[in-house]
Nanobody, 117 residues
Framework: QVQLVESGGGLVQPGGSLRLSCAAS????????IGWFRQAPGKERERVSC?????????NYLNSVKGRFIISRDIAKNTVYLQMDSLKPEDTAVYYC?????????WGQGTQVTVSS
């Protein structure tokens, strides 16, 4: 069964950290462009960070998270991570993992991140 399962979300105070995980099953993440998206209430889904397929460990980041978030992956575990530091209230959203290649695209179910004091 092909699926992406996110975990690691929760409630954190401003300035805090969270590490999101996205475990893939039924396919190999290494062969896909993989990334993290988020969607806040009333807003469109936006791409937070991604690896591009075939581009090694080069990653892209949304301007507002540069210097605070880091995407990484463990090929052996078929898992991608998002380390989020110095969290701000505006980072509050449901975070989704995405894997895509020509003809195929998969989404996880999402994990809620709430940044609030």
């Amino acid at each position: 069964q092909v699926q992406l399962v996110e975990s690691g979300g929760g409630l954190v105070q401003p300035g805090g950290s969270l590490r999101l995980s996205c475990a893939a099953s039924g396919f190999t993440l290494e062969n896909y462009a993989i990334g993290w998206f988020r969607q806040a209430p009333g807003k469109e889904r936006e791409r937070v960070s991604c690896f591009n397929s075939g581009d090694g460990d080069n990653a892209n980041y949304l301007n507002s998270v540069k210097g605070r978030f880091i995407i990484s992956r463990d090929i052996a575990k078929n898992t991608v991570y998002l380390q989020m530091d110095s969290l701000k209230p505006e980072d509050t959203a449901v975070y989704y993992c995405n894997a895509k290649r020509v003809g195929y695209e998969y989404w996880g179910q999402g994990t809620q991140v709430t940044v609030s004091s």
